[in-house]
């Protein structure tokens, strides 16, 4: 795990909620447990930036789901994408056993994750961003070689 981290210099973060702590929100627990869909593709769309819908995720999702009834498996790179982001703990495999073992609690924990920090996945990148311009800003590049 230590070596995700050692390029940015900085310790991983906790998540700002549990994983079990599902039940605290009970709107984004239901709705991660009844249409999972909807809550993973407004997750993925603040973690694309807006450069992918919420619709076109949530639909990728659900096809995923008929097709081989495993979602998690496209979930999971999600989640570990937000870790990346955010320098969150955790790592690629745990990121995949949170998903294989309760997909409505890492659901819920991400969607919570992204609220507090200043984001409202139910209304779309866009719309945040029109909220606060400030999460617009380029991503930080790292130092790498020159000429």
């Known amino acids: 795990m230590q070596s995700n981290y050692a390029s940015s210099g900085q ?3 906790e998540w700002s909620v549990g994983f079990c702590d599902c039940f605290s929100d ?3 627990c239901c709705t991660a447990c ?3 869909c909807i809550t993973f593709g407004q997750i ?3 973690a694309d930036k807006g450069s992918t819908s919420c619709g076109a995720s949530g639909a990728l999702y659900t096809l995923i789901m008929f097709i081989t009834g495993c979602p998690m498996l496209y979930s ?3 989640r570990n994408k937000l870790r ?3 320098n969150l703990v955790g790592g690629g495999c745990g990121d995949c056993f949170r998903h294989c073992c309760c997909e409505t609690c890492a659901l819920t924990q991400e969607y919570r994750e992204l609220k507090n920090r200043g984001f ?3 209304i779309g990148w866009h719309a945040n961003v029109e909220r606060n311009p400030g999460l617009a800003m380029a991503p930080v590049v790292e130092k790498g ?3």
Do not use: G, L, N
Request: proline share 12%; with cysteine.
């Open 11 to 13: 310790q991983p973060q």
């Open 26 to 28: 009970m709107k984004t």
């Open 34 to 36: 009844w249409c999972p």
């Open 44 to 46: 993925a769309e603040i």
């Open 76 to 78: 999971c790179f999600y």
């Open 84 to 86: 990346k982001q955010y």
């Open 120 to 122: 409202d996945p139910s």
């Open 145 to 147: 070689m020159s000429k």
